[in-house]
Nanobody, 132 residues
Framework: QFQLVESGGGLVQPGGSLRLSCAAS????????IGWFRQAPGKEREGVSC????????NYKESVKGRFTISRDNAKNTVYLQMNDLKPEDTDIYYC?????????????????????????WGQGTQVTVSS
């Protein structure tokens, strides 16, 4: 079954760190550029970071630049998002995606969703809560 599964979220104090994972099953993740997205209740989903197929190109939303690092291990079929110096405003559900219509704009610095995807497209995501 073709799916992406996010994990690694949790509750952390401001200034803390988490590493999110996006694991693929049913397909080879190495054939796709990947984007990380996040969504707070009642808000639009937004892009956070992206990485090219072989990991040589990355981009970050300005608010996370210098704090988040995206990477991938194609041999493990997994993409990671290392999040350091977390802030309360990073509290969201985090999702990963491989759809090029969603991911491509992130490389150009457009962080809003360029296309609407049915909620069934998205995985369960992983909750990140930053609170003291």
């Amino acid at each position: 079954q073709f799916q992406l599964v996010e994990s690694g979220g949790g509750l952390v104090q401001p200034g803390g760190s988490l590493r999110l994972s996006c694991a693929a099953s049913g397909f080879s993740l190495g054939t796709y550029a990947i984007g990380w997205f996040r969504q707070a209740p009642g808000k639009e989903r937004e892009g956070v970071s992206c990485i090219s197929k072989n990991g040589d190109i990355t981009n970050y939303k300005e608010s996370v630049k210098g704090r988040f690092t995206i990477s991938r291990d194609n041999a493990k079929n997994t993409v990671y998002l290392q999040m350091n110096d977390l802030k309360p405003e990073d509290t969201d559900i985090y999702y990963c995606a491989e759809d090029w219509d969603l991911v491509a704009p992130l490389f150009s610095g457009y962080w809003g969703l360029s296309v609407r995807k049915d909620e069934n497209y998205w995985g369960q995501g992983t909750q990140v809560t930053v609170s003291s």
